[in-house]
Structure formats: structure tokens, C-alpha cells
């Protein structure tokens, strides 16, 4: 991965260095047709705090007619490889975005010694009807064939207007790409119970793309607990949203929160 600095507006992946000499590194996981983008002020404000930052660009992510050729397993893998290559630390940790969640949430669970705490930001466990119903419709009917990709209307989901404006999101959604979610979203919601590691989940109360309700049933699933956050003016991507700093802060004081057990150093390396 390039070991370089994103300016803000830029899809692209980053690694912010964290203070010199400091141990501990963040792996930042985006969602569905996003970019590292939409986690970028978790990522410096983490930074600030002396943690290394990582975001990668998640499989399929070049382009709509990618996506829609992409698996839920290829998003895993995707993540699994980036966590692999950040090498030892004293704490390592995830946040995830929307289906970035998910894919964190997979670390987690199968391994537990790789990953020592979690933050969650609008997991997308649960669609609303309308995402429910596209992913019906792409799965158990031809739609996909005549249909390819769900236009955005108004673009990403959230409410802070210049952010909507500069975030570098896809303007299209494949069906097929929903459809792997709605996969993924199975997967993982049998493996909750699984992931141990602190988490914290934050939610935003105006988010038209995931239920609360599934964002806090996935607090209640995880094996180890959760901080259930909600911010109430926030809509699906917390991270880049009115409240954004905020969730930076949270999700910063969180994680300074959790012990140092070695985070990756002689332990059990991602598979």
C-alpha cells in the first residue's frame, strides 16, 4: 500500500503516521461504492493521538460494473490482506464504515488475538425497506440483467452539504453489489457472538440506508458488549456528517480506553 498522504476529496487510500516511535496502528475499512474518504477525520484525529492510520480501498471499488462483479468473500479477503500487512503492533485496531462493519466485525471473529478493539459506524446489518428490496429483487429475479445499477439520487447519505458534495462516493449502486451485502450481512450476523474484543457501535438517529434498530441489535450481539452511541443529527455516514467530530472523539477516547494486550506482536498473524 502507498505510504502516502490523501488530501481530503481523494478516494484514494492513505497511511497517516501516527507519533514517532508510537505502537499502536488503526486499520479504517469503507462501505458499499464508498472510499477512505468517508473515514478520514476518524483517521486524523486517531492520528493526532499517535496512532498510525491504514485505509485501503475495498475490492471492486474502481468502478460500479467492478462492484458488481465483486463478492461479500472478496471484501473479507480484501480486509484480511490489509490487516496482514500492517505487521506487529501494541494495539491494533479497526474501524469499519457501513459494510466496512461487516468486514471488521469478520476480523474479529476469526482472529481474536489479531484484533484488539472495534469501532463500528452504521453497520450495515440491517437495510432499510427500500435496500431490502433491491437486494430481493437481484437475487430471485432477472432484474440485474436489464437493470445493472441503482442510481443515487441526491448523492451519498448525509446531511452536512459540503461534505455530500466533495464525497468521492460511486453515483450508482449495482444490484448484484446488494445482493452481496444481504449475503454478507447473514454471514457476520451468525458470528457476533464470536467477537470479543471491545467494541464500540455508533449510530446515526436520521440514517436512511441502515435500521437503528439493526445497528443496536448488533450491539447487543457481540460477545464481548458494546458502547452503543447514537448521534442524533447524523445521518448514515457518521463519519463525514454534521456530528463528525464528535464520532472522531468518540471513537478516539474509545480506543484510548483499551488496555495494551501486544495487538499483533507474537501473536496469532490474520490468516
Same mark, same amino acid.
Request: hydrophobic content about 45%; proline content about 5%; cysteine-free.
Given at each position: 500500500m502507498a505510504g502516502r498522504d490523501h488530501p481530503r476529496g481523494?478516494?484514494?487510500?492513505?497511511?497517516? !503516521?501516527?507519533?514517532?516511535?508510537?505502537?499502536?496502528?488503526?486499520? =479504517?475499512?469503507?462501505?458499499l461504492t464508498g472510499s477512505p474518504f468517508e473515514l478520514r477525520p476518524v483517521a486524523d484525529r486517531l492520528a493526532q493521538a499517535g496512532v498510525r492510520c491504514v485505509a485501503p480501498v475495498m475490492p471492486g471499488h474502481e468502478s460500479p460494473e467492478a462492484l458488481a462483479r465483486t463478492s461479500w468473500?472478496?471484501?473479507?479477503?480484501?480486509?484480511?490482506?490489509?490487516?496482514?500487512?500492517?505487521g506487529e503492533a501494541r494495539r491494533t485496531l479497526v474501524v469499519g464504515s457501513s459494510m466496512g462493519a461487516l468486514a471488521a466485525c469478520a476480523l474479529a471473529a476469526e482472529s481474536p488475538g489479531r484484533v484488539d478493539g472495534l469501532a463500528l459506524l452504521a453497520p450495515a446489518l440491517?437495510?432499510?425497506?427500500?435496500?431490502?428490496?433491491?437486494?430481493?429483487?437481484?437475487?430471485?429475479? !432477472?432484474?440485474? /440483467?436489464? =437493470? !445493472?445499477?441503482?442510481?443515487? /439520487? @441526491?448523492?451519498?447519505?448525509?446531511?452536512?452539504?459540503?461534505?455530500r458534495a466533495a464525497n468521492p462516493c460511486m453515483h450508482a449502486i449495482p444490484f448484484r453489489a446488494v445482493a452481496e451485502l444481504q449475503a454478507f450481512q447473514e454471514h457476520v450476523d451468525a458470528l457476533l457472538p464470536r467477537v470479543r474484543c471491545p467494541a464500540l457501535v455508533?449510530?446515526?438517529? =436520521?440514517?436512511g440506508t441502515v435500521?437503528?434498530? @439493526?445497528?443496536?441489535?448488533?450491539?447487543?450481539?457481540?460477545?464481548g458488549g458494546a458502547r452503543f452511541v447514537v448521534l442524533p443529527r447524523s445521518r448514515h455516514l457518521?463519519?463525514?456528517?454534521?456530528?463528525?467530530?464528535?464520532c472522531a472523539a468518540?471513537?478516539?477516547?474509545?480506543?484510548d480506553s483499551i488496555p495494551a494486550h501486544g495487538g499483533g506482536r507474537a501473536r496469532e498473524t490474520a490468516r
Open positions: 481523494d478516494g484514494g487510500s492513505f497511511d497517516l !503516521p501516527g507519533r514517532p516511535g508510537g505502537d499502536d496502528v488503526a486499520l =479504517l475499512l469503507h462501505g468473500l472478496d471484501w473479507v479477503a480484501g480486509a484480511r490482506a490489509a490487516l496482514r500487512e500492517l440491517e437495510l432499510m425497506p427500500m435496500g431490502k428490496m433491491a437486494g430481493w429483487l437481484s437475487r430471485h429475479t !432477472p432484474v440485474a /440483467r436489464f =437493470l !445493472p445499477n441503482i442510481h443515487k /439520487r @441526491g448523492g451519498s447519505d448525509v446531511g452536512d452539504r459540503a461534505m455508533v449510530a446515526g438517529a =436520521l440514517d435500521t437503528v434498530a @439493526g445497528t443496536r441489535r448488533m450491539a447487543g450481539r457481540l460477545g457518521v463519519g463525514i456528517d454534521v456530528e463528525r467530530d464528535r468518540d471513537v478516539a477516547a474509545f480506543f
